[in-house]
């Protein structure tokens, strides 16, 4: 979809409800539930993160959403596709600018560049014991990427066709935190599999768009 196109239609959503959790749901891994119950006293405890799903247009003006390939190391996302963000610090007034930062500084785009659109709902995270607070956010020309090298492995670069093409929700066997392989429900995109919290707010974001476009 061109970009200018995207915007008038994008600019619709915040007098929008949000879809929630009926749509998050859709994408959520069958242990979850579970998971939540077990971590019931630590959900009193838990941290705080903002996260930016960033819309802009390509060289021939067409509309991308830009993801990340976190590095491989000792941790619960170790490896995964998720979305530029990161942990409230004590310098930071609100979620919102925590993933604003967080996007400058994993990806390179400008604090002053990126307009917010929409506050989404946030998920919880149960091996991380993290809220994220998921916006949705434009920056209105290509960004010249630049990414944060000890953190991220790989920009990813995803068609808001390819993004909203059914045909690339999927189920496909993962491996855990929990040293479990289990079926979860799953986006592909180019070429990575794209599942858990992540895939639960893109299903939010995707089903609210498609209300405008």
Do not use: C
């Not at 007098?15 to 939540?36: D, G, H, V, Y």
């Amino acid at each position: 979809m061109n970009f200018d196109q995207f915007l008038e239609s994008a600019s619709k959503i915040k007098n929008i409800p949000l879809p929630a959790e009926a749509s998050q749901f859709k994408m959520s891994p069958p242990f979850r539930l579970k998971l939540q119950e077990i971590q019931r006293d630590n959900i009193k405890k838990a941290k705080h993160a903002g996260v930016m799903a960033l819309f802009y247009p390509d060289d021939k003006r067409l509309t991308k959403l830009v993801l990340i390939l976190r590095k491989t190391y000792k941790g619960v996302h170790s490896a995964q596709v998720g979305f530029p963000g990161g942990k409230l610090e004590p310098g930071d007034n609100s979620l919102m600018e925590a993933a604003v930062r967080e996007t400058y500084e994993e990806i390179g785009v400008p604090r002053q560049e990126i307009h917010v659109l929409k506050q989404m709902t946030q998920v919880y995270i149960p091996p991380s014991n993290f809220f994220v607070q998921p916006f949705v956010g434009v920056v209105k020309h290509k960004p010249l990427f630049v990414k944060q090298d000890d953190e991220v492995e790989a920009i990813i670069e995803v068609a808001l066709t390819d993004f909203i093409d059914e045909s690339n929700v999927i189920t496909e066997r993962v491996s855990t935190s929990y040293k479990v392989d289990v079926v979860v429900p799953a986006f592909k995109l180019n070429g990575h599999v794209v599942w858990g919290a992540t895939a639960m707010m893109l299903s939010e974001i995707k089903d609210l768009l498609k209300e405008t476009l």
